[in-house]
């Protein structure tokens, strides 16, 4: 059977980040924040990763400039985005 056309986007899973969702209150700020992580789950790999050691994941950021969001996150190997924490810029 073939599978559909289109983007596939990867899932996404919270770490530590979800302490800071739960004390997120402001609709504006989760708005950004949707916004940061539709753009990263359709392309997981779109910013460069962050320096560091090859021992552990590597962790990558995206900015938003618009939206003022930094998500950092890595890519796990089924491509699923674990989100480790997130900014406000």
Do not use: N
Request: proline share 8%.
């Amino acid at each position: 059977m073939t599978r559909p056309h289109g983007l596939r986007r990867a899932r996404i899973a919270f770490s530590a980040a979800a302490k800071q969702l739960e004390a997120t209150a402001s609709e504006a700020d989760l708005h950004a924040l949707d916004r940061a992580l539709v753009v990263v789950s359709v392309g997981p790999d779109i910013d460069e990763p962050l320096p560091g050691d090859s021992s552990s994941p590597q962790l990558r950021q995206y900015t938003d400039d618009i939206e003022g969001v930094r998500p950092l996150y890595w890519v796990t190997a089924p491509r699923t985005v674990v989100v480790v924490a997130y900014i406000k810029v």
